[in-house]
């Protein structure tokens, strides 16, 4: 029985997180809209993930995790395809400006997403080809991963917060966030996992228990800038490239 359920228990692991994803880019394409969810949320796993990859090759922990990241990193570029295609219309990518350094993450197209992730995963693997031997190193490269991991919650927390409603991001993703969380901490601590994975997996899921206080709080209306018509968007267009 307790093997059943260890197997049960591994691949609810490995496919759970990424399907948790579909019914968002579902509601994405359905409005063609991608308003109310961070795109901010795909950048983190897909770091997480390519990172967490090379973690295993320096610690071979569970194989249901590993497939767990990697069926999460085809499932964000997927979403980040689509949330690209749908962004709002008012974005820093449409107004022509961004705040961050060299416009990170809000670039205009998918390539120069795709580009970066490329140049990541091969200074990935020349960095664990010169220091992969060093047990050290891959310590720090799991807590790099899992904590970056642990962060997931935090560009919606913050979204949410800005707009005061939890407008575009769908319950279901809420739901499987917070219960998939929970799972996998407890999973964590059965299994026995190293310690990056349970105390960043405590930290992910306290975010989670903020966003479920934040939709009690807010619920979710439209927020403004959903609501202007197109002469309004049309105006703040022309605004920005004056």
């Not at 109310?36 to 390519?50: H, K, T, Y």
């Not at 997403?113 to 990541?120: K, M, N, Q, S, T």
């Amino acid at each position: 029985m307790t093997s059943w359920l260890s197997t049960v228990a591994s691949i609810g692991m490995a496919v759970g997180p990424p399907l948790v994803y579909a019914d968002q880019a579902f509601s994405i394409v359905r409005k063609r809209d991608a308003t109310g969810f961070s795109r901010d949320v795909c950048a983190i796993l897909l770091i997480a993930n390519i990172t967490r990859c090379f973690f295993w090759l320096g610690d071979r922990f569970e194989f249901a995790l590993l497939f767990q990241s990697l069926f999460m990193i085809l499932a964000q570029l997927a979403l980040l395809y689509i949330c690209i295609i749908y962004r709002p219309t008012i974005s820093p990518e449409n107004l022509g400006g961004s705040s961050r350094p060299f416009s990170f993450w809000q670039w205009s197209t998918y390539t120069e997403h795709v580009e970066f992730l490329a140049g990541l995963i091969l200074f990935q693997a020349i960095l664990f080809l010169i220091l992969g031997g060093f047990p050290i190193y891959v310590a720090i490269l799991g807590f790099v991963a899992l904590g970056l991991e642990s962060t997931l919650p935090i560009p919606q927390l913050i979204s949410n917060y800005k707009q005061r409603s939890l407008y575009g991001f769908r319950m279901s993703t809420l739901i499987g966030w917070a219960g998939g969380d929970a799972f996998k901490t407890a999973y964590f601590f059965w299994q026995g996992s190293p310690i990056q994975f349970k105390a960043c997996a405590v930290f992910q899921l306290s975010i989670d228990l903020a966003i479920v206080a934040q939709r009690l709080m807010y619920g979710n209306p439209p927020p403004p800038t959903v609501l202007l018509d197109n002469e309004d968007l049309e105006q703040a267009l022309a605004l920005a490239e004056e």
